[in-house]
């Protein structure tokens, strides 16, 4: 009975391309994710939490605000980036990465 069981979840995809697959399985994923982001849309990071979620250094991050790649905002002193445009910056390097 186990070998039908895995037989039944086998799936074969067929006449698709690797490109197609990935978008695919690319709006699947955030499909599923979307409850999750959604709670924190109106999220407000620092430049040292970006720059931990993103694994670069400040430093990093602040030349990406200069760049234009990440959109960011004063409060005071302070620098913050919402979660909607880190996301944002995230999907149109993403998607940049595929053109090539």
Request: glycine letters at 4%.
């Amino acid at each position: 009975m186990t070998q039908i069981t895995q037989i039944q979840k086998l799936t074969q995809i067929q006449d698709v391309s690797k490109k197609e697959l990935f978008e695919h399985l690319e709006k699947i994923i955030d499909k599923k994710l979307e409850p999750f982001t959604a709670l924190n849309k109106n999220e407000k990071l620092s430049i040292q939490e970006v720059a931990e979620e993103l694994g670069v250094t400040e430093l990093t991050v602040h030349n990406y605000i200069k760049k234009g790649y990440i959109s960011a905002f004063k409060i005071g002193r302070r620098v913050f980036i919402n979660r909607v445009d880190l996301d944002e910056a995230l999907k149109e390097v993403k998607s940049l990465k595929y053109r090539r």
